[in-house]
């Protein structure tokens, strides 16, 4: 594989996770994310306790993000012989950290926003 197609890597995705689970997570992530804007621009700063504990909830979403991976793959975490699984690993603990903290800040500034 010479390119990177990113149509190659929906095929994967939607073969690992299955059709439901992957329009899911599509759809979590894009109204997640105009959530998260909408409440940057109603806002107009970052709430730094929010996101401290969001970050905390981060943490969870990075395991949680782990045991799918787990999951859906036919491989677990003691097959990963280089550092290429391993920084795939990482990746995947990254991404659910950092998409769980966005989706848990947007959702409590959203549920209890600021006063004036």
Known sequence: MKELDPLVFWTVFQEMLGGPL????????????????ALLLKERKINSRRLVRSEFAGVAGGCLALVLMAKVSSSGFTDAGGPADWFLIALVFGLGLVGTTILVYTLMGWRSPQRA
């Open 22 to 37: 992957l329009w899911l997570m599509v759809f979590v992530i894009l109204l997640g994310t105009v959530a998260f804007f």
